[in-house]
């Protein structure tokens, strides 16, 4: 595809919402969490790891979940664990650290690292000499290949200047920063004081100590955001000039964040002002000269995540898009996700449970999922749709010794309506390619091929946010 296959037609896009705005899932994977069942445990797990068609020579990611932070974002509904009690560290290290030996002890072969991330929670919740114990006990395990993508997520509230130039030294090359709004009143009501110049005093000190990439986290639909107020912080964004953003919108789901019930509805903007303020945004990304890699995220043109698009090397998996997925990926800690060639599988999601679990059987597996063939394909053409705007029927062929038309005769047909709508184009042999009216609504895209989704919406739960 041609670069300005990338664009992306707004003006369409708000003309056809009111039938696409639905609920739908993500896709960081397939089948999708809610699919996963706990008959898949540490046993399996340990089989799957020890699978005789791993190679040394496959690329690996890793994934370290820290799951404390010192204060609650009154907005947030990740898995976190809200202490001033850092004794709790050494333990928590602990535990890493036997987890880590299990799985490197029921891998087959050694295995080399060409990703590492750390996410949470609050990673710099742990001191500078704790981050370098985390670091040596990973990449002991799993050494990291020359060149690997090295990144961590921050909270700029308690990040100092040691935790830099130790993640520094560490080789870590790329930092991702929470920041969700400058706004002085919607900082204070999502309890979350974070003043500019603290997060540009960070992006000076990360650029500083070499790092290649800086990303800043946006939410919108916050309590008391407004165009206007949005506007504000885009301007103090752009000062900032970070390389990626991620746009997120809020979820208020109070069900699982109860603390979210403290927003008042009134103070939360209105459906229709939400959407002007992504649309506004997303304006003023490309106009600045970011690029929409896909579903949040954007990127300066010459960053590898915009190049990667072009080139159709950007991969999808539990931490977002990146270009240096490995072919299998490990996750440590407590609701860690592993995504292995045919598996999934998750961590006991609270701490205790999982400090538990790993000291009695080395593997705190609570749940996870062994993928048929059919799983496999509807893997391979949906990541296609989200990361490559694109399917080719030849290589689905290659990989699968199928025609993509006759596996999917259905779906595409189901495709019919967008495709008259103009978000895609279909050929006789099935190839599509998302058009740039399209690509804001990929996940539409991609839900007819998704054969569990029709029976979770008839159970009534709701699973999955809007998919704009
Ligand atoms: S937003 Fe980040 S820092 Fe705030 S409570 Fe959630 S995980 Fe912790």
């Known amino acids: 595809m041609k670069a300005d296959a990338y664009a992306l037609d707004l003006d369409r896009l708000l003309e056809l919402l009111p039938r696409y705005a639905t609920e739908g899932p993500r896709y960081t994977s397939y089948p999708t969490a809610p699919v996963w069942k706990d008959d898949y445990g540490p046993a399996e797990f340990s089989a799957d790891l020890g699978h005789e068609d791993v190679e040394s020579s496959d690329g690996l990611s890793l994934y370290a979940h820290v799951p404390f932070c010192e204060s609650l974002c009154h907005f947030c509904a990740c898995n976190r664990v809200i202490t001033r009690d850092h004794g709790r560290a050494g333990a928590y290290l602990d535990t890493i650290e036997r987890e880590v030996e299990a799985v490197r002890h029921a891998v087959r072969v050694p295995r080399v690292a060409t990703q590492l991330h750390w996410g949470g929670g609050t990673p710099t919740w742990l001191a500078p000499e704790e981050m370098r114990r985390l670091f040596r006990v990973l990449t002991q395990a799993f050494p990291l290949r020359e060149g690997a993508e090295v990144s961590i997520e921050v909270d700029p509230r308690v990040t100092t200047d040691d935790h830099v130039a130790v993640l520094a030294e560490c080789g870590f090359n790329r930092i991702s920063m929470g920041v969700q709004d400058f706004d002085p009143s919607v900082q204070e009501a999502i309890r979350r004081i974070q003043p500019a110049d603290q997060t540009g005093r960070l992006v ?52 699982v964040a109860k603390q979210q019930r403290g927003f008042e509805r009134g103070d939360l903007p209105e ?115 989200l990361c490559h705007s694109e399917l080719r029927a030849g290589e689905f062929e290659e990989a699968f010794g199928r025609s993509l038309r006759s596996t999917f005769a259905a779906e595409l047909a189901d495709l019919a309506e967008p495709a008259a709508d103009g978000l895609v184009e279909i050929d006789e042999d099935g190839s599509l390619r998302v058009t740039p009216a399209g690509r804001l609504l990929a996940r539409n895209l991609a839900m007819p091929f998704d054969a569990y989704l029709a029976a979770q919406r008839r159970s009534g739960e709701r699973m999955f946010s809007k998919t704009v």
């Open 271 to 385: 459906a229709a002002t939400k959407l002007e303020i992504m649309l506004t945004a997303i304006r003023r990304f490309l106009e600045q000269g970011y690029v929409f890699v896909g579903l949040d995220h954007f990127a300066r043109p010459d960053d590898e995540l915009a190049t990667a698009l072009v080139r159709r090397t950007l991969r999808r998996n539990f931490m977002g898009h990146t270009t240096q997925a490995g072919v299998d990926l490990l996750g440590f800690g407590p609701s860690a996700i592993s995504e292995l060639r045919r598996s999934y599988a998750q961590n006991t999601r609270d701490v205790p449970g999982w400090q538990e679990a790993v000291e009695d059987r080395g593997l705190a597996t609570m749940r996870g999922h062994r993928l048929s063939r059919d799983d496999l394909e509807r893997r391979w053409v949906i990541s296609r749709i």
């Open 204 to 255: 000076e000190q990360a650029r500083k100590a070499g790092f290649e990439s800086v990303n800043f986290d946006l939410i919108y639909g916050l309590p008391y955001q407004t165009v206007e107020s949005f506007g504000r912080t885009l301007d103090t964004l752009f000062e900032l000039a970070p390389d990626r953003i991620a746009l997120y919108s809020y979820a208020h789901v109070t069900w």
